[in-house]
T-cell receptor, first 109, second 117 residues
Framework: QQQVKQSPQSLIVQKGGISIINCAYE??????FPWYQQFPGKGPALLIA?????SEKKEGRFTISFNKSAKQFSLHIMDSQPGDSATYFC????????FGTGTSLTVIP | DTEVTQTPKHLVMGMTNKKSLKCEQH?????MYWYKQKAKKPPELMFV???????INESVPSRFSPECPNSSLLNLHLHALQPEDSALYLC????????????????FGNGTRLTVT
């Protein structure tokens, strides 16, 4: 059973556009929601994370929006750049760590 | 550069070979993990060591054998692997122990790309 559902599977965005990746979860015991960015040949790197008592967190061009009642959270990448092209994984953790299925983002120059 | 260091970066081995993957962290983290990642898939948990004790074994075949010599080191011993075991093997660590995961992110190394021929 997939604990964290992620969409879309792939995303193509023009340079300067907004990239949006969505995740949903069922377990209300989850209390920490990180996003990871992974480039080919590299390990996942923590990008940004949020706790459920906060509805939004922004770090530079990256923003997490969190809707606790809907059990959904999303990553917004503003002014997307070709260097943002990577695979993005959402995750949720309580006493265990669960990854979403991943989104392959391509930013076209 | 990541704070979790894995060696080697690449490994090619035959099905009768014995090899080991190594992982090191000096962040004082209390839990260390082995994950397996296939192309275009999320990492899959294999083993967790928490406070240097094996806490989780996700029904991994015995041809994979983990070892935690001390709080900073983690090894994965490989023997008689199959071609389907070819994958990126990731080591990770977290500040808190396995049962204390709340608000504790995983820190990954860059992995060992394993090819079994």
């Amino acid at each position: 059973q997939q604990q964290v559902k992620q969409s879309p599977q792939s995303l193509i965005v023009q340079k300067g556009g907004i990239s949006i990746i969505n995740c949903a979860y069922e377990n209300t015991a989850f209390d920490y929601f990180p996003w990871y960015q992974q480039f080919p040949g590299k390990g996942p790197a923590l990008l940004i994370a949020i706790r459920p008592d906060v509805s939004e967190k922004k770090e530079g061009r990256f923003t997490i929006s969190f809707n606790k009642s809907a059990k959904q959270f999303s990553l917004h990448i503003m002014d997307s750049q070709p260097g943002d092209s990577a695979t993005y994984f959402c995750a949720a953790t309580g006493n265990q760590f669960y990854f979403g299925t991943g989104t392959s983002l391509t930013v076209i120059p | 550069d990541t704070e979790v260091t894995q060696t080697p970066k690449h490994l090619v081995m035959g099905m009768t070979n014995k090899k080991s993957l190594k992982c090191e962290q000096h962040m004082g983290h209390r839990a260390m993990y082995w994950y397996k990642q296939k192309a275009k898939k999320p990492p899959e948990l294999m083993f967790v060591y928490s406070y240097e004790k094996l806490s989780i074994n996700e029904s991994v075949p015995s041809r994979f054998s983990p070892e935690c010599p001390n709080s900073s080191l983690l090894n994965l011993h490989l023997h008689a692997l199959q071609p389907e075991d070819s994958a990126l093997y990731l080591c990770a660590s977290s500040r808190r122990g396995w049962a204390d995961q709340y608000n504790s992110p995983l820190h990954f190394g860059n992995g060992t790309r394993l090819t079994v021929t």
